[in-house]
């Protein structure tokens, strides 16, 4: 039984399949947070609102 070669980091490390899951999901999950993260600080100051704000020119 020969295994299929796969591309990246995993195959030049000799770490179990367990770790390599593991890791594979904390940095999914750590990129999800993130985005998260990034789009609530945009979304605190206006800039992902997709509205135009006007600004009064008067005194």
């Not at 770490?15 to 993260?37: F, G, N, S, T």
Request: proline residues 3%; hydrophobic residues 50%; glycine residues 8%.
């Amino acid at each position: 039984m020969s295994t299929v070669p796969v591309g990246g980091y995993s195959n030049a490390l000799a770490w179990p399949v367990w770790l390599e899951v593991l890791l594979a999901l904390l940095v999914l999950d750590l990129a999800i947070w993130v985005q998260h993260v990034l789009f609530m600080r945009c979304r605190r100051c206006g800039g992902c609102t997709g509205s135009i704000t006007q600004i009064s020119t008067t005194t």
